[in-house]
């Protein structure tokens, strides 16, 4: 049963949508009637999906929303009036993996639910692979300055320098990156 934290700000379906939900099969957890406690809320009930019933998302709202993804990300539907693209920009870039303009039909809840469901998932695992990609980069960075500094000071050949920042890191129970770090932060302070 999927969790749903429904946010109206201010509500243009109200009722409709709680109906629709518990139709739907959710499980309503809570309802807030503006995004200011939405933080609080999100910790306290964690839901699977916020839902936000807004005819004009707020700053508020969306300042609320960018926040939870930062912190908690999760599936973000808005049924909205509002069809300015700035608008619809504004939320998509605050989280919102489904912006739906005057279309509540409750058949069709469901199958909104699982796309922005789907897309949440698809764009978390794409951030976790460019973060990875990320570290991945930072790591080869100091580790080539790490290479660099041991052959310059200690006139090793590059895979000897590799081969004792490994060693290094497998004693002291570390990543070779992080000994690699640790090694042109403390040559820096040396300089």
Do not use: N
């Amino acid at each position: 049963m999927t969790r749903v934290l429904l946010i109206h700000d201010p509500p243009i379906h109200i009722d409709r949508l709680s109906d629709a939900l518990v139709a739907a099969g959710c499980d309503v957890v809570a309802e807030l009637g503006s995004a200011l406690a939405l933080a609080a809320a999100v910790a306290r009930y964690a839901p699977d999906v916020i839902i936000v019933d807004a005819a004009s998302p707020s700053r508020d709202a969306l300042a609320g929303l960018c926040v939870v993804s930062a912190e908690s990300p999760r599936p973000i539907v808005m049924f909205t009036g509002e069809r300015d693209p700035s608008v619809m920009r504004a939320a998509v870039k605050a989280g919102v993996s489904a912006y739906v303009v005057d279309g509540l039909a409750p058949e069709r809840l469901s199958p909104v639910l699982d796309v922005a469901i789907a897309r949440f998932d698809e764009e978390q695992r794409l951030r976790g692979e460019l973060d990875a990609a990320r570290r991945q980069l930072a790591d080869r960075k100091w580790i080539d300055k790490a290479k660099g500094l041991l052959i310059e000071k200690r006139g090793l050949t590059e895979d000897a320098a590799y081969q004792l920042l490994r060693k290094s890191a497998m004693e002291q129970g570390l990543r070779v990156a992080e000994v690699a770090r640790r090694l042109a932060e403390a040559t820096q302070l040396l300089s």
